[in-house]
Each structure stands twice: as structure tokens, then as C-alpha cells.
């Protein structure tokens, strides 16, 4: 049988239908402090949240968070820790090895705690290769839910962006907890 004959017995067999629902008013779940549930969020999703105070150094709050890390890989102009850029490396590979990627986020949700990223370096393979990530996220765009995050979504020249919320884990194997089997296994989110 192919997948033709299939679905036309699926659909024979049909005997209630019913309308799809109407999207247009939906507004998702509202928060009366989005900033305070996008940090209860980041935080149990596996993430840690570290609020940068007024005149702090982005470059030791990320010492502070990773002291034993050698190789810092960004290539944002604040972050002058950073000994490799992934807009100067030959080819993703390079980045093996990277104990911290350092990237910037455009916008929060307060929903799931998850972070728009756009690609904004030539090395995308930074935000998933590194041991761990740092996020620095503007306090102000925190959005409420899913809802308003594809609202809010833009693509520049790279044509590519994707969310990241905490540290990769799955479960997949004898049902055991593993962080970090994806990609980054801690994210802290550096809200400015």
C-alpha cells in the first residue's frame, strides 16, 4: 500500500470533523512581571541568571562564573577576555575546544525561559561547540510568551537564528539525566 492508498482509507474513515480554532485573538500566557518569571524560568530549565550591576565589567562577571576557562571565544567588542572570534576562524572546527562562547541575545521569554540568538558571526557552530555559554540579554526585552516571540523574530544576512533555553540534556539513554550532550552543558544569562 503507499502513502496515497493510506491516507485515503484514513480519511474515509473519518466520521466527525470539526472547525481548527481561530488563532487571531489568542494572546498566550501574560505575566505580571515577565523579567521575574524569565529568571524563575532560566533557572528551571537548568540555566543561571546574573544580574549586571551599574558600572560591573562584563569581562569579570565572566571570570567570576568561569575561572578556570582558557579559551573564550566571541566576537563582541566588550568582551576583551575573548583569546578566539569565531568571525576570524578558517572553519567551525576551530572552535573545538572552547570552554566559553560569549553571544548576545535580542530578546527573552518569560514563558520557557529561552532566548532568541540570531547569527551575528561568521561561526555559528560557537553558541552549541562551547563547554559553556554566556548570554548577555538587555533586561528590557523580556516578551511574555511564544506568542509574542515570533512576533518579535528578524533574520539579518546570515539568515539564521534559533532559541536556546539552559544547558542542552537529554534523556534518551537508560532514562539518565545527561547535561551537555548537544551542546553547552551550563548556560548563564548576563541580563544588562
Same mark, same amino acid.
Given at each position: 500500500?503507499?502513502?496515497?492508498?493510506?491516507?485515503?482509507?484514513?480519511?474515509?474513515?473519518?466520521?466527525?470533523?470539526?472547525?481548527?480554532?481561530?488563532?487571531?485573538?489568542?494572546? %498566550?500566557?501574560?505575566?505580571?512581571?515577565?523579567?521575574?518569571?524569565?529568571?524563575?524560568?532560566?533557572?528551571?530549565?537548568?540555566?543561571?541568571?546574573?544580574?549586571?550591576?551599574?558600572?560591573?565589567?562584563?569581562?569579570?562577571?565572566?571570570?567570576?562564573?568561569?575561572?578556570?576557562?582558557?579559551?573564550?571565544?566571541?566576537?563582541?567588542?566588550?568582551?576583551?577576555?575573548?583569546?578566539?572570534?569565531?568571525?576570524?576562524?578558517?572553519?567551525?572546527?576551530?572552535?573545538?575546544?572552547?570552554?566559553?562562547?560569549?553571544?548576545?541575545?535580542?530578546?527573552?521569554?518569560?514563558?520557557?525561559?529561552?532566548?532568541?540568538?540570531?547569527?551575528?558571526?561568521?561561526?555559528? =557552530?560557537?553558541?552549541?561547540?562551547?563547554?559553556?555559554?554566556?548570554?548577555?540579554?538587555?533586561?528590557?526585552?523580556?516578551?511574555?510568551?511564544?506568542?509574542?516571540?515570533?512576533?518579535?523574530?528578524?533574520?539579518?544576512?546570515?539568515?539564521? %537564528?534559533?532559541?536556546?533555553?539552559?544547558?542542552?540534556?537529554?534523556?534518551?539513554? =537508560?532514562?539518565?539525566?545527561?547535561?551537555?550532550?548537544? =551542546?553547552?552543558?551550563?548556560?548563564?544569562?548576563?541580563?544588562?
Amino acid at each position: 500500500m503507499n502513502k496515497e492508498d493510506l491516507l485515503a482509507k484514513i480519511r474515509a474513515n473519518i466520521h466527525t470533523t470539526y472547525d481548527m480554532p481561530s488563532f487571531d485573538d489568542m494572546k %498566550g500566557v501574560q505575566y505580571a512581571d515577565p523579567l521575574k518569571q524569565f529568571v524563575e524560568m532560566s533557572k528551571t530549565v537548568g540555566g543561571k541568571v546574573v544580574e549586571l550591576e551599574k558600572g560591573q565589567d562584563i569581562n569579570e562577571v565572566i571570570k567570576n562564573c568561569y575561572p578556570d576557562a582558557k579559551v573564550i571565544a566571541s566576537n563582541l567588542p566588550e568582551v576583551t577576555i575573548a583569546n578566539r572570534n569565531p568571525d576570524t576562524v578558517a572553519e567551525a572546527n576551530d572552535l573545538n575546544g572552547t570552554d566559553v562562547g560569549v553571544v548576545r541575545g535580542v530578546f527573552g521569554v518569560a514563558e520557557n525561559g529561552c532566548i532568541w540568538i540570531p547569527q551575528t558571526m561568521k561561526q555559528k =557552530a560557537v553558541c552549541f561547540i562551547s563547554e559553556y555559554l554566556v548570554i548577555l540579554l538587555d533586561h528590557k526585552q523580556i516578551v511574555n510568551n511564544m506568542h509574542e516571540a515570533y512576533q518579535r523574530i528578524e533574520f539579518n544576512s546570515y539568515g539564521y %537564528g534559533c532559541f536556546i533555553s539552559g544547558p542542552s540534556k537529554t534523556a534518551d539513554i =537508560a532514562q539518565a539525566l545527561v547535561m551537555g550532550a548537544q =551542546a553547552a552543558r551550563g548556560v548563564t544569562v548576563v541580563l544588562e
